[in-house]
Nanobody
């Protein structure tokens, strides 16, 4: 059984920083494709960043240069460092994982990830 537990959300002013963490349990960490998604009220869940097959990092255009995804295999933990936060970054952030992108190969499509955390709220005020 795979379990993902996020932490690190909170409220910050525009221009501030937060670091999200996702602790993973119950699988071989290095085999996974792992990513961060976010969902704002009334909007679809959006892929923010991902590490694919333990090598390739990818970002949605709106966060490039501001967010950094990384993972610590020794701690089984995925991170998302978020800098220069803006009000439009406000959302519930979710960690996601799977052994492969088996649905359609597109990391930004949540249907490729079977395992999800419970989410952590990020609120950015102007």
């Amino acid at each position: 059984q795979v379990n993902l537990v996020e932490s690190g959300g909170g409220s910050v002013q525009a221009g501030g920083s937060l670091r999200l963490s996702c602790a993973a349990f119950g699988y071989s960490y290095s085999m996974y494709c792992m990513g961060w998604f976010r969902q704002a009220p009334g909007k679809e869940r959006e892929g923010v960043a991902a590490i694919i097959y333990d090598s390739t990092t990818s970002y949605v255009d709106s966060v490039k240069g501001r967010f950094t995804i990384s993972k610590d295999n020794a701690k089984n933990t995925l991170y998302l460092q978020m800098d220069s936060l803006q009000p439009e970054d406000t959302a519930m952030y979710y960690c996601a994982a799977d052994y492969s992108l088996g649905y359609n190969g597109n990391w930004r499509d949540p249907r490729n990830f079977r395992y999800w955390g419970q989410g952590t709220q990020v609120t950015v005020s102007s």
